[in-house]
Nanobody
Framework: QEELVESGGGSVQSGGSLRLSCSSS????????MAWFRETPGKEREGIAV???????LYGDSVKGRFTISQDVNKKTSSLQMNSLKPEDTGTYFC???????????????????????WGQGTQVTVSS
């Protein structure tokens, strides 16, 4: 059974950094697109970043230049390095994955939760001012 597990969330002051990690088990295909989403109360789940098997990346406008996503293709894990954190980055962060044997981030175009079938349980990030 497929499973994604996030770790690395916590509390940090504005301007600080956190690194989120996503481990996986049970993913049977050779290549995945892996993504991070953020959820805050009263808002739709927001696409933060996505990376494909080739290392191509796509970021949401709110995090460009501050966050960096990476993927270990062999281990099927993902990381999200978050720098210059702001209070508005507070939320629950979810790791997501979908088979991407031929799909690239250019094909995806946008970071849409509907494109991803495997999800973690989420990890909380709180940024205080």
């Amino acid at each position: 059974q497929e499973e994604l597990v996030e770790s690395g969330g916590g509390s940090v002051q504005s301007g600080g950094s956190l690194r989120l990690s996503c481990s996986s088990s049970g993913l049977i295909y050779n290549a995945y697109c892996m993504a991070w989403f953020r959820e805050t109360p009263g808002k739709e789940r927001e696409g933060i970043a996505v990376v494909d098997r080739y290392g191509n990346t796509l970021y949401g406008d709110s995090v460009k230049g501050r966050f960096t996503i990476s993927q270990d293709v062999n281990k099927k894990t993902s990381s999200l390095q978050m720098n210059s954190l702001k209070p508005e980055d507070t939320g629950t962060y979810f790791c997501a994955a979908e088979e991407c044997l031929v799909t690239t981030v250019q094909d995806l175009g946008v970071i849409d939760a509907n494109d991803f079938g495997y999800w973690g349980q989420g990890t909380q990030v709180t940024v205080s001012s």
